[in-house]
């Protein structure tokens, strides 16, 4: 009965949305956010290692080997704990606000716009709606909202992305890959829209 009282108590002063709110921020910082750096890190290596290969240099720094191109191909525990090694717990963090700006508005598009999508496709008041309508209603939404964020899911790449091409440049946080990006990027924006 004590602990009914006390659940009911401090039930009144928290929203229960808040609560999801919370829960959701913690799963995305905790564990989204070092999945997707690992997977950009990945990423960069295969990168890397082709253009090694178009330019003749090796992995190890010390070219073709018996005349083979000797390339590093690493996996996901091996960067993980190269990170952990070089940057610590903060290094799997990197690019933490970025993926925040991109998941979160992500998220405020795509569920009411699902959820709106699918009430249409109701043949009556109660009861869910039929597969091809709530699959159609998904891919709708999904697509309008990963066109809505893709420029923010541009910097977040950028800014997780570790091991940089001789030519890549390298950034000093959100703003300064947002101002970089504008300025040296938007006339490609531009030409699509012209050619659109």
């Known amino acids: 009965m004590v602990m009914y009282v006390k659940y009911t108590y401090i039930y009144k002063y928290i929203n229960i949305n808040s609560v999801f709110l919370f829960a959701g921020l913690c799963v995305q910082v905790i564990v989204t956010t070092p999945m997707e750096m690992l997977k950009i890190q990945l990423q960069d290596a295969g990168r890397i290692n082709a253009q090694w290969k ?15 191109l000797e ?3 690493p996996t996901g525990l091996q960067i993980t704990k190269e990170l952990l090694r070089s940057r610590g717990v903060s290094g799997l963090y ?3 606000g970025a993926t925040l700006l991109r998941d979160v508005p992500f998220s405020i598009i795509y569920f ?3 959820a709106n999508l699918n009430d249409l496709g109701k043949r009556g008041v109660e009861g869910p709606a039929p597969f091809y309508c709530s699959f159609l209603s998904g891919c709708l939404a ?9 420029p923010v899911d541009v ?10 091409g001789s030519q890549e440049d390298t950034y000093n946080g959100v703003k300064d890959c947002i101002r970089y990006l504008f300025v040296h990027s938007i006339y490609q924006v531009y030409i699509f829209i012209i050619l659109l």
């Open 112 to 114: 009411p716009l699902f």
């Open 71 to 73: 390339t590093r191909n």
């Open 142 to 150: 999904g697509s309008a909202a990963a066109v809505a964020v893709n």
């Open 94 to 96: 990197r690019g933490l």
């Open 54 to 68: 178009l330019t003749g240099q090796a992995a190890s720094g010390g070219g073709a080997a018996g005349g083979r």
């Open 155 to 164: 910097v977040k790449t950028r800014l997780q992305s570790l091991t940089r």
